[in-house]
């Protein structure tokens, strides 16, 4: 008999052994069973994808199939810490509104008994979907394993079944067995084999294990790895093709894993490799070469491949993953952003981890970096706008931009720059820590030309506010350095909270525009920016105490001497799309 609600379904989840994990997972065995009495609404999100309580962590196995897009997600059905790990599922429409699912893939057999861990989807030429996830066997192992859809005429595909042939990929000697996990999605190749990545470690090394099937059954071990780093582990590798701008197909076109790419085609794609690193807690990515025959992926050369490597994000979004959309020809890439307050806080909410708003990614027509911005469909949440024009920001000023409420909101804001002669002098020894520097000069310190941008979730005294801004420096006479920083240090009156500055560099010439815009989505407790056009993107969760609700307030900000000019701000509310509605039988 089919389940009524998900509470039923989630009764059904066996009790499960207290994982003893690898140390990045952290386990508080005496808090992850605890389940939420309460859910304190207070800051929840309203249009970032949240289930109704408890603990998420990574997307997973994200796909469209039949008109529907499919999230799985790390949850622990017991608690609002982690533990207990299980595949979540939902479905929508259009990436906004959600429908949840019963548990997709939970602990059942041996090869999982331990925990469902992070994995990713691939559909088969026959249009099958099949997930390959990583399995915690009774030894602690972690072992890969697959799940088939049990009825492929359910446009749902809610219940999936594990075949008895699970594990089919397993470490063999050499391979560090507590560290050996994530399957990426396989990748077609002119031979007639699947290849996927796993990512695992040695010592230092953190490394993107190749694997090859021609059945997606047997699977063997390369001589040699894909690609490898001294960073530590590598979790969640994802590995995919974009369009390269020039090419026959438009450059922000997303390219599918499971095309065939012949010499023609590989004139026209890059590929990317991306790693979330354990030790750092960050997803940096190379763009590079993938030679099919030789099974290489070489990163070009403009692309540190290492720690200070380009970053997805410069704020909290871990763990992310991609997928290609065949409905509009894009990719789209999801990432998890925890929490930054206490454990103590997160059982008392009820609730922790969210995921960000999923994202078009494509190479820039330069090809230099990434771009991401918001897809398209979170703008039919925009309800109230106002909108400000040629409004002039003297240094040392600010104004509050008022008439609709921010406080789950979209903002959109274009800044001219008059005179670039005031700015500081940059130090090249600051190439490296765009954070630390944003440290040292935060929104507080007065510069030359910025620190500019906006107050967000400001109480209406600027007692608690966030600050998003820029700030922009000289390496000489005709060079300069944008910095683009997130300031939550004011962000709250509680002071137990972890608040770092976040910060990135941003990739314009902006001696020759004079111009820089900054998008930013405001939701109770995440503040998640966009910087010119998506160059650079930081993404903070941040916890006000009395800036919430309609007392949290949105200023414009000018810090620096020189004086901007907001050429044009448009800021809407945003509706709160359905997000956990349950399927009705
Ligand atoms: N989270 C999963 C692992 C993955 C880690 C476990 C990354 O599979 O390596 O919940 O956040």
Redesign the pocket.
Known sequence: EEMGTAAAVLALVPLLCWAVVHA??VVYPELQSLEAKEVITELRTGYHFQPPKHWI??PNGPMYYKGLYHLFY?YNPKGAV?GN?IWAHSVSTDLIHWVALQPAIYPTKPFDVNGC??GSATLLPNGVPVIMY?GIDPHKNQVQNVAYPANLSDPFLREWVKPEYNPIITPDHGINASAF??PTTAWYGPDGHWRLVV?TKENMRGIAVLYRSRDFKKWVKARHSLHAGLTGMW??PDFFPVAVAGGSRHHQSGVDTAELHDRVVAEEVKYVLKV?L?LTRYDYYTVGTYDHDKERYTPDPAFPDNDYGLRYDYGDF??SKSFFDPAKKRRVLWG?ANESDTVTDDRHKGWAGIQAIPRKIFLSRSGRQLIQWPVEEVKSLRSKHVNVSNKAVKGGEYFEVTGFKSVQSDVETAFTIRNLDKAEKFDPAWRTDAQGLCKKFNSHVKGGVGPFGLWLLASDDLEERTAVFFRVFKTNDTNYVVLMCNDPTRSSYESQIYRPTFAGFVNVDIAKTKKIALRTLIDHSVVESFGAGGKTCILTRVYPRKAIGDDAHLFVFNNGESDIKVTNLHAWEMKTPTMNKLLEQ
């Open positions: 990045s997972h962590n990574d790390q982690w790990i861990w992070s990583t996990r994530d990512g979790e969640c979330s354990e871990y763990a998890w």
